[in-house]
């Protein structure tokens, strides 16, 4: 059974940086890609970064330059790097995976104040 199991988030001042991780059960080489994407309530998932299978990177313009995917196929994680958050990155981050199917974390909250 595939999981995703996402960690990192946490309280930060603005300014501040965190680093998500996001652990396979299975080898990430088998998806065709792995992406992170955010919610707010009320609002629609949000792609925030993205990572093909060949590492080929995909980054949105609301986050381009201070958010960075990488990933790491001997440890089945996927990352993600946010730095200089603001206010308005406040939201749940979930780990994404394409293979089969859609695959989804059970996502970590990323809270930006002061």
């Known amino acids: 059974q595939v999981q995703l199991v996402e960690s990192g988030g946490g309280l930060v001042q603005p300014g501040g940086s965190l680093r998500l991780s996001c652990a396979a059960s299975v080898s990430i080489a088998t998806f065709n890609h792995m992406a992170w994407f955010r919610q707010t309530p009320g609002m629609q998932r949000e792609l925030v970064a993205k990572i093909t299978n060949g590492g080929s990177t995909l980054i949105p313009r609301p986050v381009k330059g201070r958010f960075t995917i990488s990933r790491d196929v001997a440890k089945r994680t996927v990352s993600l790097q946010m730095n200089s958050l603001k206010p308005e990155d406040t939201a749940v981050y979930y780990c994404?995976?394409?293979?089969?199917?859609?695959?989804w974390g059970q996502g970590t909250q990323v809270t930006v104040s002061s």
């Open positions: 994404y995976g394409y293979s089969d199917r859609e695959y």
